[in-house]
DNA sequence: GCTAAAAATGCATTATAATGCACTTTAAGC
DNA sequence: GCTTAAAGTGCATTATAATGCATTTTTAGC
């Protein structure tokens, strides 16, 4: 999975449960500059940020095997 | 999943292939170094550290939906 | 328990993620 | 096309990831 994916998936599912970057900013307690750079794909974030987003967007990221 | 079940997984994938550390960092292009403080649990890596190496372990990301 | 290879650690430097604040742009209703 | 909320951007600062080098510790064979 690269980045464009990951942030497809995380605006997507923060649409679908209608909370804005404002909200999964307070909600995650990362800060909103944050959450905008990541999601405008202007950032390299850190693995920590990324679970701590999904985990809020009742998502979470699993290691599989390639094929 | 957090950052010590994806340590594990990295450790183990690479022992399987019989690479070591030095090994993955020329085979990744990532300093031998940030391979080490993230196996040993020192840092908190990139996203993008983490899908390189993963890729060349034949190991890849999935997003899903926690239950 | 010696030896050699692999892994871990300490330290300093560089690059950049995280952050806040102010401002601009875009999107959605009306 | 106004208005307003949401999203995106520019800039400066702080925190820390990435890196290399030298050294120490651990692990695996023998």
């Known amino acids: 999975m690269h980045i464009q994916e990951l942030i497809k998936a995380i605006k997507e599912r923060r649409r679908t449960l209608k909370i804005n970057q404002k909200q999964l900013s307070e909600l995650t ?10 999601e405008s794909g202007k ?13 809020v967007l009742g998502l979470q990221l699993k290691i599989t095997t390639k094929k």
């Open 29 to 38: 307690e990362i800060g909103l500059r944050t959450i905008k750079g990541l």
């Open 43 to 55: 950032t390299n974030p850190t693995f920590k940020t990324v679970t701590t987003i999904l985990d």
